[in-house]
């Protein structure tokens, strides 16, 4: 992202930021109050979705909205499908979500558009979400992302890594690799497993043996993370491999801060949680909408800010 970019982004969040401070929202009727539903693909079982939803949460406090969130309990692509269309036919004020699979959420997004439901996305599919009519978008891009976590890891002196995809046909993870690929002249290699922990783990280090020059593993996130950390603990593997991450776990942030992992990417979601509410709130009251998407990563947490970032994690913002 170029300064300008960065400039306006961080004018708008603080504007936003004060606009929350300085202005008294009337409290509605119960019956009237605007009502937000947030839907997103992020599981249960991942750390990551626990600061999202704070961040809905604490917005919707903010705003005096009735903030509804559904998530699946595992990755469905059909099960998102169908809380989208739950979502249009209840007549919400907004649609905050993730558009994890672009071409299967075309359709039930273009539903809410035409029932006159205003939709910011968040997380993912930002590249596309434009084109599918949101009104904007909240997050990182993630082939930049995949491509400077590529550029570190080749400044380290990774020669020839891989990319562990735990859900491979997610655009946003996909762009991740590519980015990551791209930073090493497509030198890298890709390879994709489940969201199961113990599967994870096996297709690993069946990689790792069969490719014993391999120096470098770029995980995607916290599902695929720690378990790794782990097998790579036990295995001593931390010293003949460079490890890091995409988004924020306590196991993660600890292993930063020793020295065991490179980095963790780290693309704000209490934001991506928070923002999206506070536009859908001020679009419905004011008219009022950012005319540029906001990028909220990639920031890089490494062993001299691990500690700071810890501290915010134990308190729900990271």
Known sequence: MNKTLKLTTGLLVGSLALAINNTTFAQDDEDNQMEIIAITHIVAADPFGNVLKRGFENAGEAMDVDVRYRSPAQYDTAKMQQMIE?????????????????????????????????????????????????????????????????????????????????????????????????????????????????????????????NSDTDGVLSLGSLSTVPLLKAFREEGALDQITFATFDLAPETLEAVRDGEMLFAIDQQQYLQGFLPIVMLSLYDRYGLMPTTDIQTGPNFVTEKNAERVIELTEKGYR
């Open 86 to 210: 739950q979502a249009v036919a209840s007549k919400p004020d907004g649609i905050a979500l993730t558009i994890p699979d672009p071409s299967a959420f075309e359709e039930p997004i273009q539903d809410a558009i035409d029932s006159g439901i205003p939709v910011v996305a968040l997380n993912s599919g930002g590249e596309v979400s434009g084109e599918l009519g949101t009104e904007a978008y909240v997050g990182q891009s993630e082939y930049e992302s995949g491509y400077q976590a590529g550029e570190r890891m080749r400044e380290a002196g990774v020669e020839n890594p891989v990319c562990v995809n735990f859900a491979p046909g997610q655009i946003q993870l996909d762009q991740r690799c590519s980015g990551f690929d791209d930073a090493f002249d497509g030198e890298s290699e890709q390879l994709s497993t489940t969201q199961d922990p113990i599967e994870i783990r096996n297709a690993v280090f069946a990689y790792l043996n069969s």
